[in-house]
């Protein structure tokens, strides 16, 4: 880039950005490299001229669809153009450039991404950098995307700017050498570098507690939530500001542990107690009240939970739940410190004051960072619970990889009927709708079907969020018009079936996008997107979702696929054990401080799934590792046999699951199989069609079991746990 382009560019970004740089010592000080970037946004190359010690001069596509301003500056800067008319030209160029001693970047991606994740990797670097025999040098840009200059809200340049400099992170990789240079190093060197630019975020090392306060107080009079639990509660954000501040000095007045139960479905009351026990610089741990009296009891026990908020409807509701010695009732607590007249001076300063001043009064803290923000607790599906322990930074760092895709911008309007101790209604419909400004509309049951319809036709929801199990009734209770509001339908806990996303498609119009994720990751890992408008200054069409996949990982994540019995790293497209890293994933479950091993290998969060990944870095779950059964020295995988007897014996999924296989353990095989059913299934007709269909006598159940029903977690998910008796029971008889 000459002088006179460089300095002004220079004296633009360095207005609009803070840039930090990390690893440019990587830069080769002299020589030919080829400089390989995501692309987020028009001003990357600005931004990366600016970090980079060496002149750089980039490769940028030239072909139908730019502008004559682009042209002119392309042009201006010595770019080399891609120009589909005379195809090999660029690349001669820039062979000879890199003979030269310069400095070539390529944006692999082959355009600016208009989702925020990094798309499929083109090859062209590959023969420039093995023709000139010169290194690659990965390199990761954060923070540029949700500016004017990026595709972020589906549109370029014409979006509010932001007000103040915009924190950016340019992170410098090792350089590969040539002769290793391929598209799969390359995804994983520049997925790697970008968790460590993400990671570089000023905003996550604050405290959540603190962020919602301030995001609830400079939008005092938006509505915040509509609780619909009972009747219908309309509440603003400075009323919840104004419940939470003053719920909190009780708080922190009658409790003396650290963390504080509280079991209320989702609504006003889950989140005014939520923030308030944060405002307090407690930890909330939101209950399972679902799981039975022994797994509570262990979940209490374990956290050092003295005080449990609830409200009497509920405790009379769950009358088997261990309640300890205080339990308290948030209507009494807000009147026995005030009630209204102890909410007023809240709710004035959340109006009349600026919103950090409002935060510092209630005196939330201003730092989180890595310190305990919640405790949540999971059966996985199988086991006692885990207390996992998530830090202000998993809860914020997923909070905004979410937010920074254009996904759920603040003026969607979202279901929220998900429990809060579920970590999806935990972080996604609670926590993000208040941080983002989104409208949050709560229902208390995932499982009440016709109040889940009755509130997306009546308040016109535009999202909705929960497991297949919860959004399969719909097909049968809700028509067209009901669902006429939503856009958007995404799925996550167990696998969305092919012949439910074809069915609510085909009867509603609405594509379910499948995501993925564990309380571990905070929880969201991987989410397939709607497909981003085709524009003029795109050189082509990009996808957002592939049917049969959980979508691409989030920005600032990063993902291994190994062998699950040695730990090496599998060849392209093959399926093994996902492993992941980045700031949303958690750190340690509760007292239990050796992770190396089976939770963590070398710094990977190992999740037992078993998975793979394609060129185009989707990722497709094919279950848990729990979920197979080896067999003879074979992996058996349970979910392809229960739904090759369903599609056999013509079993309609209906709004439960009917058929679920599970391994039981075997002296001459290691395991057999045993299929739980809740239909009538002749255990010769079922080895028969099986056989008939082609599938091994290994992969055949030896065993047909009549259930009266397949046993579910409160989330929705699979009892495996209870499953296994069942068969183990059978096995017994």
């Known amino acids: ?7 002004p560019a220079a004296v633009v970004a360095r207005l609009l950005y ?23 946004s028009y001003v990357d190359a600005a931004v990366l001229q600016l970090a980079c010690p060496r002149p750089i001069r980039f490769v940028a596509y030239g072909g139908p669809g730019t502008n004559a301003l682009l042209r002119l500056i392309f042009r201006l800067a010595g770019a080399i153009v891609i120009a589909p008319r005379q195809p090999s030209r660029w690349l001669r160029s820039s062979i000879a450039a890199l003979n030269r001693g310069e400095l070539i970047c390529v944006f692999p991606e082959g355009g600016i991404s208009r989702t925020g994740q990094l798309m499929g990797l083109r090859r062209g670097f590959e023969l420039m950098a093995r023709r000139a025999r010169v290194p690659v040098v990965p390199v990761a840009i954060d923070g540029l995307w949700g500016s004017v200059f990026s ?62 306060v301030r995001a609830l107080a400079g939008r005092p009079g938006s509505v915040a939530i509509i609780d619909r639990t009972s009747g219908r509660r309309v509440v603003t954000a400075a009323q919840l500001v104004a419940a939470s501040a003053a719920l909190s000095r009780r708080i922190r007045a009658t409790v003396p542990e650290r963390r504080v139960g509280i079991v209320l479905p989702p609504g006003a009351g889950a989140a005014i107690a939520n923030l308030a026990v944060m405002c307090a610089g407690k930890v909330p741990v939101n209950l399972n009240f679902t799981a039975g009296r022994a797994a509570a009891e262990a979940s209490i026990s374990a956290s050092g939970i003295g005080t449990v908020i609830t409200a009497d409807a509920m405790k009379a509701r769950v009358a088997d739940f261990p309640w300890p010695e205080r339990t308290v009732d948030i209507t009494a607590e807000l009147r026995a410190c005030g009630g209204k007249r102890a909410m007023l001076p809240w709710l004035a300063a959340a109006w009349l004051l600026p919103n950090q001043w409002v935060a510092s009064l209630i005196g939330v803290p201003s730092h989180g960072d890595n310190d305990e923000a919640a405790l949540l607790f999971t059966s996985g599906s199988a086991g006692n619970p885990k207390g996992v322990v998530l830090s202000h930074r998993n809860l914020l760092a997923n909070c905004a990889q979410v937010s920074s895709m254009s996904i759920l911008p603040s003026t969607v309007t979202m ?44 308040e016109a929801v535009t999202v909705l969020i929960g497991a297949p199990t919860f959004i399969r009734p719909l097909l049968k209770k809700a028509v067209p018009s009901d669902l006429r509001s939503l856009y958007l339908v995404v799925t996550g806990a167990e696998k969305l079936t092919d012949d439910l996303r074809k069915s609510f498609k085909e009867k509603f119009n609405v594509e379910i996008l499948q995501g993925y994720g564990l309380t571990e990751t905070s929880p969201v890992a991987n989410v397939n997107q709607p497909h981003p408008p085709v524009t003029t200054e795109a050189a082509d069409e990009q996808i957002g979702h592939k049917a049969g996949t959980v979508g691409r990982l989030l920005p600032g994540m990063s993902a291994r696929v190994v062998d699950p019995e040695t730990g090496v790293e599998v060849a392209d497209g093959e399926t093994g054990v996902l492993c992941l890293k980045g700031p949303n994933v958690f750190t340690r479950y509760l007292g239990d401080e050796a992770q190396e091993g089976t939770t963590f290998r070398d710094g990977w969060f190992v999740t037992w799934d078993l998975a793979r990944i394609d060129e185009d870095g989707f990722v497709v779950v094919d279950g848990r590792l729990a979920r197979f059964s080896k067999i003879g020295g074979e992996m058996v995988p349970h979910g392809t046999i229960e739904q090759k007897i369903s599609e056999l014996f013509g079993i309609d999924p209906g709004e439960h699951q009917s058929v679920v296989v599970v391994g039981v353990p075997d002296e001459s095989r290691g395991e057999y199989l045993v299929a739980l059913t809740t239909v009538d299934l002749p255990a010769g007709a079922v080895r028969a069609r099986l056989s008939e269909a082609g599938l091994p006598n ?14 579910l977690l409160g989330t929705g998910k699979l009892d495996l746990a209870a499953c296994r008796r069942l068969a183990e029971e059978a096995r017994g008889k």
């Open 18 to 40: 803070r840039v930090r740089v990390l690893g440019v010592g990587h830069v080769p000080a002299r020589g030919g490299a080829v400089l390989i970037a995501n692309h987020l």
């Open 1 to 7: 880039m000459p002088p006179w382009i460089e300095a």
């Open 415 to 458: 279901l929220g009927c998900l429990p809060v101790f579920h970590s999806f209604g935990f972080t996604f419909t609670m926590w993000y709708p208040l941080l983002r400004g989104c409208l949050l509309v709560t229902t208390p049951s995932p499982l009440d079907t016709r109040a889940i319809v009755d509130c997306i036709r009546e």
């Open 698 to 711: 290994l992969w055949i159940p030896r065993t047909i079991v009549r259930v009266p029903a397949i046993p």
């Open 151 to 212: 595709f972020a809200g589906n549109r370029y340049i014409w979006k509010s700017p932001r007000l103040m400099p915009t924190p950016v992170c340019i992170a410098f990789g090792e350089a590969i050498p040539y002769e290793k240079a391929t598209a799969k190093s390359a995804r994983k060197a520049l997925m790697e570098l970008w968790l460590v630019a993400f990671a570089e975020r000023p905003v996550l090392r604050r405290h959540i507690g603190r962020e919602v």
